[in-house]
């Protein structure tokens, strides 16, 4: 894992990430940092936030007990 605090001035963004994951799929998420909160709350913030993104809406999920007791 990365971690790098950025402060953009202009758009595109550009920055530099370790030899060990060059060749890798990478998954690059921007989350403002506020300046009032501390180090801890802010990575909380963070991790809350990939979180919420990996989630996978299963309201129309249907489960078929009896086809999965079949044998």
């Keep these: 894992m990365f971690t790098q605090d950025i402060t953009p001035t202009?758009?595109?963004v550009t920055f530099e990430?370790?030899?060990n994951l060059l060749g890798h799929k990478l998954r690059v998420t921007a989350i403002?940092?506020?300046e009032g909160k501390t180090e801890?709350?802010?990575k909380l913030?963070?991790?809350l936030a990939f979180w919420k993104s990996q989630?996978?809406?299963l309201s129309n999920f249907k489960f078929?007990?009896?086809e999965a007791n079949e044998r």
């Design 40 to 42: 801890r709350a802010q």
């Design 64 to 66: 078929d007990r009896e």
């Design 32 to 34: 403002p940092i506020d």
């Design 55 to 57: 989630q996978v809406d």
């Design 17 to 19: 990430v370790p030899k």
């Design 10 to 12: 202009e758009n595109p």
């Design 45 to 47: 913030e963070g991790a």
